[in-house]
């Protein structure tokens, strides 16, 4: 991953495990209901770039459709 694009992946990870955990949803809960493991939920809420390469844009609308939130907002940074 591109060095500086390692604070947009951080602020992805977070918002979308703040807006999963305000929705009552478990990582394996969001991770059944988009179809991708477990394993890559928490690999990108916890900003693992060593792990995780990217997140395609089909796999960012499942997540903001999930959880009813539009995609923009898991790339505000307050």
């Known amino acids: 991953m591109r060095e500086d694009y390692r604070q947009k992946y951080r ?6 495990a703040y807006y999963r955990k305000l929705r009552g ?12 493991s477990v394993s890559f939920i ?3 809420e916890a900003n693992n770039s060593l792990t995780v ?5 089909e796999t960012l609308f499942m997540i903001s459709e999930k959880l009813s939130v539009p995609a ?6 307050d």
């Open 11 to 16: 602020v992805l990870g977070l918002r979308i």
């Open 25 to 36: 949803l478990t990582q394996e809960q969001l991770a059944e209901a988009i179809g991708r």
């Open 42 to 44: 928490s690999q990108v």
């Open 53 to 57: 390469k990217g997140v395609s844009l």
């Open 72 to 77: 923009s907002k898991l790339f505000e940074e």
